[in-house]
């Protein structure tokens, strides 16, 4: 409990970093990913190959070499901090699970519904936009709740790039009090706060929308 | 009666999951008391017939990974071997060394959960540390310095203390407290280990290293465009570390230490490992 007050505005800084990285991240990987998952269901089969490319780079390479690609390359040419480069590789490599999640709702929407919508006169951007898309989010609801939260943890890997996140605050904590033990359930418990009320909200919405349809 | 003994096995999961959750944490605490009053070092080693030293692998000249063998190799290891005969010719039991590659972070905690017996590995004795682990006399001496690119115009510490600058440390080093006193202005960037600071360093995420000189001659050697500025600015001798309140294992390793200062193995260790570093005047490094 002394460890806690005495660092308490390094833990709440770290804490900061985590959420803003997270926000940041989670907004960009959404938006991105719902773009390739579209990408790959498009009828033109070559912008469907550069969705798949894209998806299965980053879905097959840990996250920790992008960052360290992103830290350590991509910094020589375009400088970035370390709390950047985690966060856009954070962004880059879980928006590619969440197209597939994506992808996989929106193939799990029945065909006659963007039939339908077509038939009546939609384009295949309107029908996917107004039709098809607000179904195929609620069926991958579920599994997007898990990337999110998977993202926030991820996020911990802000710490190997000296991205003031909670995990290198914890780090520098351990370091110089040598108490590891507390330090590191401390740091547990900041990220419980963050990702236990996601996942109650995931669940929330879940059910919000089971009711609804 | 379905949704009736969904609820039900809703309820004993919970409580099998929660006990499992109590149980556990009650063995991790108790394992880590039963680790804090810890059994005597020296017991242990002759009783195993073996001594377990924590070193580092990322570090030239001290201790460095050989990846083709998977072994570490350097100034550390070679003391530890020595130190190791030495121990088992002084107490008579045969003992074998022992190496488990450690970072700058983990080396306590895993002194404190004896899964090393002692620890060789660039560690400044200071006085915070020395509350909570041992140290034996000095075995190797250093202080703290800065590597920068030759062309970058900074000639010491000095010149680094403004908002402009970033300075890279490796986490759990001195390093980054003792920048604190000389380059309060500067930013600091923490790293996990010397490997990734130096390619940060590279990359332009700093605009210099700092930790021991000792260390940074490994890296000046290796890259030829970098060099260390200024004179060292602190003074930290290096200790070999063991729990706390092994006052037998202590005697044993000063005594043995001791030896091989005065037997001429440690001069020919420092003329092994830091006769070919540039810029180094190795000579200083002998015990007289």
């Keep these: ?213 | 009666m379905e949704k009736a003994k969904k609820r039900q096995f809703g309820i004993i999961a919970t409580i099998v999951l929660a006990a499992v959750i109590v149980l556990g944490l009650m063995w991790a605490t108790a394992t880590a008391t039963k680790n804090e009053e810890h059994k005597d070092t020296l017991e242990r080693v002759e009783r195993l017939g073996r001594i377990v030293w924590g070193v580092k692998a990322d570090t030239r000249l001290f201790g460095l990974m050989d990846t083709k063998t998977g072994i570490s190799q350097g100034f550390d290891i070679d003391i530890a071997r020595a130190l190791t005969v030495q121990i088992s010719k002084q107490t008579g039991v045969p003992m074998s060394a022992e190496f488990v590659p450690v970072s700058s972070s983990s080396k306590m905690q895993l002194l404190k959960n004896t899964n090393i017996d002692g620890s060789v590995s660039t560690m400044t004795i200071t006085p915070e540390r020395e509350k909570i682990i041992d140290f034996t006399d000095q075995y190797f001496d250093a202080g703290q310095s800065i590597l920068v690119r030759k062309n970058s115009g900074i000639k010491n510490i000095r010149d680094m203390n403004s908002s402009k600058y970033t300075i890279i440390v490796v986490v759990g080093t001195t390093a980054a407290t003792e920048l604190a006193k000389f380059a309060p202005k500067a930013k600091m960037l923490a790293v996990q280990d010397y490997a990734t600071g130096m390619q940060a360093l590279k990359s332009g995420q700093g605009q210099a290293m700092s930790t021991d000189n000792a260390i940074l001659y490994g890296f000046a050697t290796e890259n030829p465009e970098y060099h260390i500025a200024g004179n060292a600015f602190t003074h930290g001798p290096y200790g070999i570390a063991f729990d706390n309140n092994q006052g037998p294992m202590i005697k044993q390793t000063n005594r043995a230490l001791k030896t091989i200062k005065e037997n001429g193995i440690y001069n020919q260790l420092i003329k092994k490992w830091f006769s070919d570093v540039p810029g180094l005047d190795w000579h200083s490094l002998e015990v007289k």
């Design chain 1, 1 to 213: 409990m002394a460890l806690l007050q005495n660092n308490f505005p390094t833990f709440l800084q770290g804490f900061g970093y985590t959420l803003l990285s997270s926000i940041i991240a989670l907004i960009g990987s959404m938006i991105l990913g719902t773009g390739f998952a579209i990408m790959q269901i498009v009828p033109q089969k070559w912008i469907q190959k550069i969705g798949n490319i894209y998806v299965q780079v980053f879905r097959n390479i840990p996250l920790l070499i992008i960052t360290f690609f992103f830290f350590l390359v991509v910094s020589k040419y375009i400088k970035m901090s370390g709390f950047t480069s985690g966060t856009v590789a954070l962004m880059l490599y879980t928006s590619a699970f969440i197209a597939e999640t994506v992808r996989a709702g929106i193939l799990a929407v029945n065909t006659g519904q963007m039939e339908g919508a077509r038939a009546n006169g939609l384009s295949f951007a309107q029908a996917m936009r107004y039709i098809v898309l607000p179904q195929a989010f609620r069926i991958s609801l579920p599994s997007l709740g898990n990337q999110f939260i998977n993202l926030v943890k991820n996020s911990s890997i802000l710490a190997f790039v000296g991205g003031l996140d909670l995990m290198y605050q914890g780090n520098m904590i351990a370091a110089n009090t040598f108490d590891t033990f507390s330090t590191y359930i401390i740091v547990a418990i900041f990220y419980l706060i963050l990702t236990l009320p996601l996942s109650y909200y995931i669940q929330h919405l879940e059910r919000k929308l089971k009711r609804a349809a």
